[in-house]
C-alpha cells in the first residue's frame, strides 16, 4: 500500500500531459490602476484562457468566462471577465468585505502558491467588487477567518462584469525562484441559472488544490521580498450599566510582519475584541457542549494548519490574553504553526490563569498526502495540561482517502467546587476510509476516545466512546431532468464504553431535492440512543426561492422526543432586502414541548433579526436582536467607520438580559468605543 501512497495516481501536477488547463504569466514591471477596465497594455499581451465547465453539465458553460494573469516583482495581476447575456439579472447586494456572497453572482479564485496540492488561498469578488479572503489548509476545512490587504475592482457593462485583482507577493507563502509553477482554479456562481462553473473541474474533490490547473511561468527569484509590516496600536474604553456604572479604559497593539517569504509571524499586547459580533443564539436540542467559529483576528493566521478530525486545539478557550506570539508558515516540504499565549483559559466553566504553548506540524509525503504533529501544553498556577498528537491523511488515488489520528493527554489540575483533581493519562484514536466520487460520497470509521480524554484546550464534545460508524451520500445534479439538485444522506454510529455498555447508537437518514423551478423538500429522521435516553425527531420542510437567497423562504416543522420530553417544533426563516444597502435575516424557532409525568408542558420560542445598514462603502451598522421565551434577549449595535484609510472607529452597544421572571432578571448593558490605527 505504501507505494500506492507516495505514487498517488493524481499525477497531474506533474505530468506535462496531464489534462488539467494550463495558463501562462505575463511579466511586466508596469504598474497597474485597480480600476475594472483593462485598458494595461499587458493585459492586451497576456494569455487569455476560458472553457469553463458547468458542474451540473460536465460541458462548457453557457456563460463563459475568461481569466488572465500577469505579475511584477512585488505583485501578481489577476483579471477576470464573466459574460452575460443577461446583465439586468445580475445579483450584487453584499457590501460588507468578508461576509459570505450567498445571495450575489460571485467568482472565486484559488491559489496554491507553493504548489503543495494540499492547501490554497481564495480571493472572491462580486459584481460590485465586494472583497472576501479566506484559507484552506490540509485537513481539507475552509476558514474565511485568514484575512489579508489586497486591492480589487469590480465594474459592470452592457454584455459582461469585470474585476481585477493586485495581490502583494507579501501576503502569502511563496518560494523565491524562478520557472516555478502554481497551482490555480476558477470558480464561478451565476445566480439567475443557478450555474456554477470551474475552469478546472473534476467530479471527486471539486474545490480541493490537488486537482487545480496551472499558473506557469513565473519567475520569481529576484522578487521583491516585503516583510509586511503592520503595527496597530488602539485605544478603547468600555463602560457597564450593571446597577451600577463601571469604566475601564485600556490600550493595546498587535503587530504582524514576514520573517522570509514563506513565514510570517505576530505579537500581541493586551488585545481587545470589544468590536467583534456576538454569537448566534439558539434553542436548539443538545447533549454535548456547542462549538463556536473563531472570529478575533490574532488566531486567524495559521489556523487552518490546527483543523484535526478531533480537535485538539479550541482557540475559544482563550478567553482573556495579556500577551501572546505566534508563528506559521512552510520550510522545506513542512508547514507550521506555533502559538504561545499567557492569560485566562476557560474549560467546563472553570477559569485557570497560565501560559499556554501549541505546536502543529504538517509534514508533505507525496504527491498530496501528508503527516501531522501536535503539541500543547498549558502550565498554570495550579496544574498543567499537555497533549501529544499524531495524525495521517492519505491519498490511495483519485477517489479513496484514508486518515488517521492518535493523541494522548496527561492533566494534572484541581478541579472547581466539588469536582475531583484529574491526575491521570488518557488517549484518542480514530481511523477513517472515504470514497468520493460523483454522486456517491461515503466514509466508514472508528472511533476510541477515552473517559477522561478533555485536554484543556480541546474541543472533544464525547468521551468514553468506541465503536465503528458509516455515512454514505448520494446526490445527484441536473439542468435537464425535473430536479436541480437531489440529495439522499444516511448515517449510522454505535459506541460502548469502557464497561462494553451502549454508550451512543445512533440511526440519521436525511433527503433534499430542489426542483428546476426553484422549490425544495425536506425531510429526515433521527434515531438515537445516547445513554439512558432514547432520542427520535423527525422533521419535514419546504423552501421557495431556493437559489434567490433574498428572496427565499424556509418553512419546516418537527417532532420527536428528547431525554423523555416530547415536543412539536416550528422553524421560519426568511431573508429580504427592502433597500439595496439593508439586507435583513430573519428567523423565527418555537417548540411546544408536551406535559410529562411531574413536569408542566413548556412552550420555548427564540426570534432571532439580524441586519446590516451600509450608510457607505466605509461606515456601516451591524445588528443583531434575539430574544427568547425565557426571559433573555441579547441586543447588539456595532458601528463601524474607516474614517481614513487603515483608520477605524468602532461604537458599540449590548445589552443582555438573563433570569426567568421579568420581577428578577439579570441585564447586563455596556457601551464600547474602540480606534485604532494601521502603520505599515
Given at each position: 500500500?505504501?507505494?500506492?501512497?507516495?505514487?498517488?495516481?493524481?499525477?497531474?501536477?506533474?505530468?506535462?500531459?496531464?489534462?488539467?488547463?494550463?495558463?501562462?504569466?505575463?511579466?511586466?514591471?508596469?504598474?497597474?490602476?485597480?480600476?475594472?477596465?483593462?485598458?494595461?497594455?499587458?493585459?492586451?499581451?497576456?494569455?487569455?484562457?476560458?472553457?469553463?465547465?458547468?458542474?451540473?453539465?460536465?460541458?462548457?458553460?453557457?456563460?463563459?468566462?475568461?481569466?488572465?494573469?500577469?505579475?511584477?516583482?512585488?505583485?501578481?495581476?489577476?483579471?477576470?471577465?464573466?459574460?452575460?447575456?443577461?446583465?439586468?439579472?445580475?445579483?450584487?447586494?453584499?457590501?460588507?468585505?468578508?461576509?459570505?456572497?450567498?445571495?450575489?453572482?460571485?467568482?472565486?479564485?484559488?491559489?496554491?502558491?507553493?504548489?503543495?496540492?494540499?492547501?490554497?488561498?481564495?480571493?472572491?469578488?462580486?459584481?460590485?467588487?465586494?472583497?472576501?479572503?479566506?484559507?484552506?489548509?490540509?485537513?481539507?476545512?475552509?476558514?474565511?477567518?485568514?484575512?489579508?490587504?489586497?486591492?480589487?475592482?469590480?465594474?459592470?457593462?452592457?454584455?459582461?462584469?469585470?474585476?481585477?485583482?493586485?495581490?502583494?507577493?507579501?501576503?502569502?507563502?511563496?518560494?523565491?525562484?524562478?520557472?516555478?509553477?502554481?497551482?490555480?482554479?476558477?470558480?464561478?456562481?451565476?445566480?439567475?441559472?443557478?450555474?456554477?462553473?470551474?475552469?478546472?473541474?473534476?467530479?471527486?474533490?471539486?474545490?480541493?488544490?490537488?486537482?487545480?490547473?496551472?499558473?506557469?511561468?513565473?519567475?520569481?527569484?529576484?522578487?521583491?521580498?516585503?516583510?509586511?509590516?503592520?503595527?496597530?496600536?488602539?485605544?478603547?474604553?468600555?463602560?457597564?450599566?450593571?446597577?451600577?456604572?463601571?469604566?475601564?479604559?485600556?490600550?493595546?497593539?498587535?503587530?504582524?510582519?514576514?520573517?522570509?517569504?514563506?513565514?510570517?509571524?505576530?505579537?500581541?499586547?493586551?488585545?481587545?475584541?470589544?468590536?467583534?459580533?456576538?454569537?448566534?443564539?439558539?434553542?436548539?436540542?443538545?447533549?454535548?457542549?456547542?462549538?463556536?467559529?473563531?472570529?478575533?483576528?490574532?488566531?486567524?493566521?495559521?489556523?487552518?494548519?490546527?483543523?484535526?478530525?478531533?480537535?485538539?486545539?479550541?482557540?475559544?478557550?482563550?478567553?482573556?490574553?495579556?500577551?501572546?506570539?505566534?508563528?506559521?508558515?512552510?520550510?522545506?516540504?513542512?508547514?507550521?504553526?506555533?502559538?504561545?499565549?499567557?492569560?485566562?483559559?476557560?474549560?467546563?466553566?472553570?477559569?485557570?490563569?497560565?501560559?499556554?504553548?501549541?505546536?502543529?506540524?504538517?509534514?508533505?509525503?507525496?504527491?498530496?498526502?501528508?503527516?501531522?504533529?501536535?503539541?500543547?501544553?498549558?502550565?498554570?498556577?495550579?496544574?498543567?495540561?499537555?497533549?501529544?498528537?499524531?495524525?495521517?491523511?492519505?491519498?490511495?488515488?483519485?477517489?479513496?482517502?484514508?486518515?488517521?489520528?492518535?493523541?494522548?493527554?496527561?492533566?494534572?489540575?484541581?478541579?472547581?467546587?466539588?469536582?475531583?483533581?484529574?491526575?491521570r493519562a488518557d488517549y484518542l484514536g480514530h481511523t477513517s476510509l472515504n470514497y468520493e466520487k460523483y454522486p456517491w460520497d461515503i466514509v466508514v470509521g472508528y472511533d476510541g476516545i477515552s473517559k477522561d480524554f478533555n485536554p484543556v484546550l480541546g474541543f472533544i464534545p464525547r468521551r468514553n466512546i468506541f465503536g465503528p460508524y458509516v455515512?454514505?451520500?448520494?446526490?445527484?445534479?441536473?439542468?435537464?431532468?425535473?430536479?436541480?439538485?437531489?440529495?439522499?444522506?444516511?448515517?449510522?454510529?454505535?459506541?460502548?464504553?469502557?464497561?462494553?455498555?451502549?454508550?451512543?447508537?445512533?440511526?440519521?437518514?436525511?433527503?433534499?431535492?430542489?426542483?428546476?423551478?426553484?422549490?425544495?423538500?425536506?425531510?429526515?429522521?433521527?434515531?438515537?440512543?445516547?445513554?439512558?435516553?432514547?432520542?427520535?425527531?423527525?422533521?419535514?420542510?419546504?423552501?421557495?426561492?431556493?437559489?434567490?437567497?433574498?428572496?427565499?423562504?424556509?418553512?419546516?416543522?418537527?417532532?420527536?422526543?428528547?431525554?423523555?420530553?416530547?415536543?412539536?417544533?416550528?422553524?421560519?426563516?426568511?431573508?429580504?432586502?427592502?433597500?439595496?444597502?439593508?439586507?435583513?435575516?430573519?428567523?423565527?424557532?418555537?417548540?411546544?414541548?408536551?406535559?410529562?409525568?411531574?413536569?408542566?408542558?413548556?412552550?420555548?420560542?427564540?426570534?432571532?433579526?439580524?441586519?446590516?445598514?451600509?450608510?457607505?462603502?466605509?461606515?456601516?451598522?451591524?445588528?443583531?436582536?434575539?430574544?427568547?421565551?425565557?426571559?433573555?434577549?441579547?441586543?447588539?449595535?456595532?458601528?463601524?467607520?474607516?474614517?481614513?484609510?487603515?483608520?477605524?472607529?468602532?461604537?458599540?452597544?449590548?445589552?443582555?438580559?438573563?433570569?426567568?421572571?421579568?420581577?428578577?432578571?439579570?441585564?447586563?448593558?455596556?457601551?464600547?468605543?474602540?480606534?485604532?490605527?494601521?502603520?505599515?
Amino acid at each position: 500500500m505504501f507505494w500506492m501512497i507516495l505514487g498517488t495516481t493524481a499525477q497531474a501536477h506533474d505530468d506535462p500531459g496531464a489534462r488539467v488547463p494550463s495558463l501562462r504569466a505575463f511579466h511586466t514591471d508596469m504598474p497597474i490602476t485597480v480600476d475594472g477596465v483593462l485598458d494595461e497594455s499587458f493585459w492586451q499581451q497576456a494569455q487569455v484562457s476560458s472553457q469553463f465547465i458547468d458542474m451540473r453539465t460536465g460541458k462548457p458553460a453557457d456563460q463563459q468566462t475568461t481569466v488572465r494573469v500577469a505579475y511584477t516583482k512585488t505583485h501578481i495581476y489577476i483579471a477576470v471577465e464573466c459574460f452575460d447575456d443577461h446583465m439586468d439579472e445580475i445579483h450584487a447586494s453584499e457590501l460588507r468585505e468578508d461576509r459570505s456572497f450567498k445571495g450575489d453572482d460571485w467568482v472565486e479564485v484559488h491559489l496554491d502558491p507553493t504548489h503543495s496540492h494540499r492547501a490554497k488561498y481564495a480571493f472572491f469578488s462580486n459584481p460590485l467588487g465586494t472583497r472576501v479572503d479566506a484559507s484552506e489548509g490540509p485537513s481539507g476545512q475552509f476558514s474565511t477567518a485568514w484575512s489579508a490587504e489586497w486591492e480589487l475592482k469590480a465594474r459592470m457593462y452592457d454584455d459582461r462584469w469585470v474585476f481585477e485583482m493586485s495581490l502583494p507577493l507579501g501576503i502569502m507563502n511563496y518560494k523565491q525562484a524562478d520557472n516555478q509553477t502554481w497551482g490555480i482554479n476558477f470558480t464561478r456562481k451565476l445566480i439567475s441559472t443557478d450555474t456554477t462553473s470551474f475552469w478546472s473541474y473534476n467530479d471527486s474533490d471539486t474545490y480541493k488544490p490537488r486537482f487545480f490547473g496551472h499558473v506557469t511561468g513565473l519567475d520569481l527569484a529576484d522578487s521583491q521580498f516585503d516583510r509586511n509590516m503592520e503595527v496597530t496600536p488602539y485605544v478603547s474604553s468600555r463602560v457597564d450599566y450593571n446597577g451600577e456604572t463601571h469604566q475601564d479604559i485600556q490600550t493595546g497593539a498587535d503587530v504582524s510582519f514576514r520573517l522570509t517569504p514563506s513565514v510570517i509571524t505576530a505579537w500581541t499586547l493586551n488585545p481587545d475584541f470589544g468590536q467583534v459580533e456576538s454569537d448566534a443564539d439558539t434553542i436548539e436540542l443538545r447533549d454535548t457542549e456547542r462549538f463556536l467559529p473563531e472570529k478575533r483576528l490574532f488566531f486567524r493566521e495559521g489556523d487552518e494548519l490546527l483543523q484535526m478530525t478531533n480537535r485538539l486545539y479550541y482557540s475559544r478557550r482563550f478567553t482573556d490574553i495579556d500577551a501572546g506570539t505566534k508563528a506559521s508558515g512552510e520550510w522545506g516540504n513542512n508547514k507550521f504553526s506555533f502559538l504561545n499565549l499567557y492569560g485566562d483559559t476557560t474549560h467546563n466553566n472553570i477559569t485557570r490563569e497560565g501560559n499556554s504553548s501549541v505546536f502543529r506540524v504538517l509534514q508533505g509525503v507525496g504527491q498530496n498526502s501528508n503527516l501531522g504533529y501536535f503539541l500543547s501544553a498549558s502550565e498554570f498556577e495550579q496544574g498543567h495540561s499537555r497533549t501529544l498528537g499524531h495524525d495521517g491523511s492519505f491519498y490511495l488515488g483519485d477517489d479513496w482517502h484514508y486518515r488517521y489520528q492518535v493523541a494522548v493527554s496527561d492533566d494534572q489540575l484541581p478541579g472547581g467546587l466539588d469536582t475531583a483533581a484529574k491526575d491521570r493519562a488518557d488517549y484518542l484514536g480514530h481511523t477513517s476510509l472515504n470514497y468520493e466520487k460523483y454522486p456517491w460520497d461515503i466514509v466508514v470509521g472508528y472511533d476510541g476516545i477515552s473517559k477522561d480524554f478533555n485536554p484543556v484546550l480541546g474541543f472533544i464534545p464525547r468521551r468514553n466512546i468506541f465503536g465503528p460508524y458509516v455515512t454514505t451520500g448520494y446526490g445527484l445534479r441536473s439542468s435537464t431532468e425535473w430536479y436541480k439538485n437531489f440529495r439522499v444522506y444516511s448515517s449510522t454510529r454505535y459506541y460502548e464504553d469502557d464497561q462494553h455498555e451502549t454508550a451512543l447508537r445512533d440511526y440519521n437518514f436525511r433527503t433534499s431535492v430542489e426542483l428546476q423551478n426553484d422549490v425544495g423538500f425536506f425531510g429526515g429522521y433521527e434515531d438515537e440512543f445516547h445513554a439512558p435516553y432514547d432520542n427520535t425527531r423527525t422533521d419535514l420542510g419546504v423552501s421557495l426561492f431556493e437559489s434567490d437567497y433574498w428572496r427565499s423562504l424556509n418553512v419546516g416543522w418537527a417532532f420527536g422526543t428528547f431525554e423523555e420530553v416530547d415536543y412539536d417544533e416550528l422553524i421560519f426563516g426568511k431573508r429580504f432586502q427592502p433597500m439595496e444597502r439593508w439586507p435583513i435575516r430573519y428567523e423565527f424557532t418555537i417548540r411546544f414541548e408536551e406535559e410529562q409525568p411531574g413536569r408542566d408542558s413548556d412552550t420555548l420560542w427564540l426570534n432571532r433579526v439580524v441586519f446590516d445598514y451600509f450608510f457607505t462603502e466605509d461606515m456601516w451598522l451591524k445588528s443583531s436582536i434575539q430574544h427568547r421565551s425565557t426571559n433573555v434577549h441579547n441586543i447588539s449595535l456595532i458601528y463601524g467607520w474607516e474614517f481614513r484609510k487603515d483608520a477605524k472607529w468602532y461604537l458599540v452597544y449590548n445589552n443582555l438580559r438573563e433570569g426567568e421572571t421579568a420581577a428578577h432578571p439579570d441585564v447586563a448593558q455596556s457601551l464600547f468605543t474602540k480606534i485604532s490605527f494601521t502603520f505599515r
